[in-house]
């Protein structure tokens, strides 16, 4: 199954999309795919809580186009996350992958397919006395996160219960 969606890419992107997909031999959706991923090890410098969500700055003289990407649960679901962690369109956050990663991500796409990129990618739903958490894993904790937070909302449950 895929979700289908869709961003906004001005013209001059596209290109560097387009040339990047030639050179790696890789789809767009893929290269994209793979530049969200890259962006995500840096969202703690992207990130701006508290705001309202960026989207790109519309330039007149650029033409824009409109994208479509056929992605897997698991693609949509982290693209949505760093819309809300970093605050930003999708669209925003994939131009600003293009710019500052691109590089980098053809590199490695060249020397390597990046099949793998959320097997880590993990979203845990906690419901503890009338509290709901939702707790994204970008990558592999040590422990259970689910676990350590369940124990900690209950040692935190019994302290207060004994006050």
Request: hydrophobic letters at 35%.
């Amino acid at each position: 199954m895929v979700i289908e969606t869709t961003i906004y890419i001005n013209m001059d992107n596209n290109e560097k999309l387009s040339g990047a997909a030639i050179r790696t031999g890789e789809s767009k959706r893929n290269i994209i795919s793979s530049l969200l991923r890259r962006l995500s090890k840096d969202y703690g410098n992207i990130a701006v809580p508290w705001k309202r969500i960026r989207y790109q700055k519309r330039d007149v003289k650029k033409m824009w186009k409109r994208l479509h990407l056929a992605l897997m649960p698991d693609e949509y679901e982290y693209f949505l996350d760093l819309r809300k962690a970093c605050k930003m369109s999708v669209s925003r956050l994939v131009a600003y992958a293009l710019e500052k990663y691109l590089d980098e991500i053809e590199r490695e796409l060249i020397g390597g397919s990046d099949n793998y990129r959320y097997s880590n990618y993990t979203l845990s739903y906690i419901e503890y006395k009338g509290a709901v958490c939702l707790i994204h894993y970008w990558g592999m904790a040590e422990t259970s996160l689910s676990r350590l937070l369940m124990q900690t909302l209950k040692s935190h449950a019994s302290t207060i219960s004994s006050s």
